[in-house]
Protein backbone atom coordinates (compact mmCIF):
# COMPACT_ATOMS: atom_id res chain seq x y z
CA UNK A 1 0.00 0.00 0.00
CA UNK A 2 2.51 2.68 0.62
CA UNK A 3 3.45 2.55 -3.58
CA UNK A 4 0.10 2.62 -4.05
CA UNK A 5 -0.18 6.03 -1.45
CA UNK A 6 2.70 7.62 -3.59
CA UNK A 7 1.52 7.19 -6.44
CA UNK A 8 -2.19 8.21 -5.59
CA UNK A 9 -0.56 11.38 -3.88
CA UNK A 10 0.65 12.45 -7.26
CA UNK A 11 -2.14 11.31 -9.63
CA UNK A 12 -5.19 12.71 -7.76
CA UNK A 13 -3.62 16.48 -7.08
CA UNK A 14 -2.79 16.58 -10.68
CA UNK A 15 -5.95 15.67 -11.98
CA UNK A 16 -7.92 18.15 -9.19
CA UNK A 17 -5.58 20.68 -10.27
CA UNK A 18 -6.49 19.94 -14.23
CA UNK A 19 -9.99 19.93 -13.57
CA UNK A 20 -9.64 23.16 -11.72
CA UNK A 21 -7.67 25.63 -14.22
CA UNK A 22 -9.63 24.02 -17.12
CA UNK A 23 -7.22 21.54 -18.71
CA UNK A 24 -4.79 24.75 -18.78
CA UNK A 25 -1.24 24.76 -17.72
CA UNK A 26 -1.68 28.23 -16.44
CA UNK A 27 -2.18 27.50 -12.43
CA UNK A 28 -3.33 31.18 -11.99
CA UNK A 29 -5.87 30.37 -13.93
CA UNK A 30 -8.67 28.68 -11.53
CA UNK A 31 -12.11 28.19 -11.06
CA UNK A 32 -11.76 28.27 -7.12
CA UNK A 33 -13.70 31.27 -5.42
CA UNK A 34 -11.63 31.98 -2.44
CA UNK A 35 -8.10 31.64 -1.62
CA UNK A 36 -8.86 28.63 1.29
CA UNK A 37 -10.13 26.59 -2.38
CA UNK A 38 -7.01 27.29 -4.11
CA UNK A 39 -4.72 26.56 -1.24
CA UNK A 40 -6.87 22.90 -1.01
CA UNK A 41 -6.63 22.32 -4.59
CA UNK A 42 -2.69 23.15 -4.85
CA UNK A 43 -1.86 22.85 -1.50
CA UNK A 44 -1.09 19.02 -0.82
CA UNK A 45 -2.29 17.14 2.00
CA UNK A 46 -2.21 16.94 5.67
CA UNK A 47 1.00 14.84 6.98
CA UNK A 48 -0.85 12.14 8.81
CA UNK A 49 2.33 10.78 11.28
CA UNK A 50 -0.04 8.61 13.28
CA UNK A 51 -0.51 6.49 10.31
CA UNK A 52 2.68 6.04 9.77
CA UNK A 53 3.62 4.73 13.35
CA UNK A 54 0.86 2.45 13.00
CA UNK A 55 2.02 0.85 9.92
CA UNK A 56 5.51 0.63 11.06
CA UNK A 57 4.41 -1.24 14.54
CA UNK A 58 2.28 -3.31 12.57
CA UNK A 59 5.20 -4.77 10.30
CA UNK A 60 7.43 -5.03 13.54
CA UNK A 61 4.73 -6.66 15.77
CA UNK A 62 3.87 -9.31 13.10
CA UNK A 63 7.45 -10.31 12.19
CA UNK A 64 8.47 -10.55 15.39
CA UNK A 65 5.07 -12.47 16.69
CA UNK A 66 5.23 -14.95 13.51
CA UNK A 67 8.96 -14.88 12.35
CA UNK A 68 9.99 -18.04 14.05
CA UNK A 69 7.30 -19.66 12.77
CA UNK A 70 7.70 -18.20 9.18
CA UNK A 71 11.22 -17.26 8.90
CA UNK A 72 10.18 -15.76 5.75
CA UNK A 73 8.85 -13.08 7.56
CA UNK A 74 12.30 -11.36 8.56
CA UNK A 75 13.55 -10.57 5.29
CA UNK A 76 10.08 -9.26 4.25
CA UNK A 77 9.06 -7.16 6.90
CA UNK A 78 12.90 -5.35 6.56
CA UNK A 79 11.72 -4.97 2.74
CA UNK A 80 8.27 -3.43 3.75
CA UNK A 81 10.19 -0.94 5.92
CA UNK A 82 12.50 -0.48 3.40
CA UNK A 83 9.99 0.34 0.86
CA UNK A 84 7.74 2.35 3.52
CA UNK A 85 11.01 4.44 4.08
CA UNK A 86 11.45 5.19 0.72
CA UNK A 87 8.29 6.11 0.45
CA UNK A 88 7.99 8.52 3.34
CA UNK A 89 10.70 10.25 2.21
CA UNK A 90 9.34 10.95 -1.28
CA UNK A 91 5.72 12.14 0.31
CA UNK A 92 7.41 13.97 2.47
CA UNK A 93 9.68 16.51 0.04
CA UNK A 94 7.00 16.25 -2.64
CA UNK A 95 3.19 15.64 -1.63
CA UNK A 96 2.40 16.78 1.84
CA UNK A 97 2.33 20.04 3.58
CA UNK A 98 4.97 20.62 6.08
CA UNK A 99 4.62 18.40 9.09
CA UNK A 100 3.20 20.32 11.75
CA UNK A 101 6.16 20.59 14.77
CA UNK A 102 5.54 18.32 17.22
CA UNK A 103 6.89 17.17 20.40
CA UNK A 104 8.67 13.89 20.45
CA UNK A 105 5.73 12.25 23.13
CA UNK A 106 4.41 10.28 19.90
CA UNK A 107 8.11 8.84 19.05
CA UNK A 108 8.56 8.18 22.92
CA UNK A 109 5.45 6.11 22.84
CA UNK A 110 6.27 3.98 19.49
CA UNK A 111 9.85 3.82 20.79
CA UNK A 112 8.05 2.45 24.22
CA UNK A 113 6.03 -0.23 22.23
CA UNK A 114 8.63 -1.01 20.00
CA UNK A 115 10.44 -2.48 23.24
CA UNK A 116 8.07 -5.19 24.33
CA UNK A 117 8.33 -6.35 20.55
CA UNK A 118 11.40 -8.18 20.86
CA UNK A 119 9.96 -9.84 24.08
CA UNK A 120 7.10 -10.97 22.83
CA UNK A 121 9.46 -12.24 19.90
CA UNK A 122 10.93 -14.33 22.80
CA UNK A 123 7.62 -15.64 24.56
CA UNK A 124 6.14 -16.80 21.22
CA UNK A 125 9.11 -17.99 19.82
CA UNK A 126 9.87 -20.07 22.51
CA UNK A 127 6.29 -21.61 22.47
CA UNK A 128 6.65 -22.11 18.61
CA UNK A 129 9.75 -23.84 19.03
CA UNK A 130 8.92 -26.35 22.10
CA UNK A 131 5.77 -27.39 20.26
CA UNK A 132 6.45 -30.67 19.01
CA UNK A 133 3.21 -30.50 16.54
CA UNK A 134 4.75 -28.15 14.57
CA UNK A 135 8.21 -29.35 13.82
CA UNK A 136 8.09 -33.07 14.72
CA UNK A 137 5.01 -33.72 13.33
CA UNK A 138 3.72 -35.44 16.30
CA UNK A 139 0.76 -35.31 17.56
CA UNK A 140 -1.93 -37.33 20.23
CA UNK A 141 -5.58 -39.04 19.13
CA UNK A 142 -8.40 -38.22 20.73
CA UNK A 143 -10.23 -41.10 21.52
CA UNK A 144 -13.62 -39.14 22.42
CA UNK A 145 -14.92 -35.73 20.77
CA UNK A 146 -15.15 -34.04 23.78
CA UNK A 147 -11.45 -34.22 24.43
CA UNK A 148 -8.59 -32.06 23.91
CA UNK A 149 -4.98 -32.80 22.12
CA UNK A 150 -2.47 -32.64 23.77
CA UNK A 151 -0.21 -30.00 22.46
CA UNK A 152 3.03 -31.56 23.62
CA UNK A 153 4.45 -28.27 24.70
CA UNK A 154 7.63 -28.16 27.06
CA UNK A 155 7.66 -25.95 30.80
Known amino acids: MPIVNTVKGFVIPIIKQKINSKFTDDP ?3 SSTSMAKYKAT ?3 EE ?3 HFKYSDILVIVYVACLYGIGIPLLFPVASLAL ?6 ERIQ ?3 QVKQPPAMDDTMTKNAMGLLKIAPIMLLVNGYWMLSNRMIYSNAWSYISVSDETMSSGHVL
Open 28 to 30: YKT
Open 42 to 44: YGG
Open 47 to 49: YLI
Open 82 to 87: GITWIN
Open 92 to 94: TAY
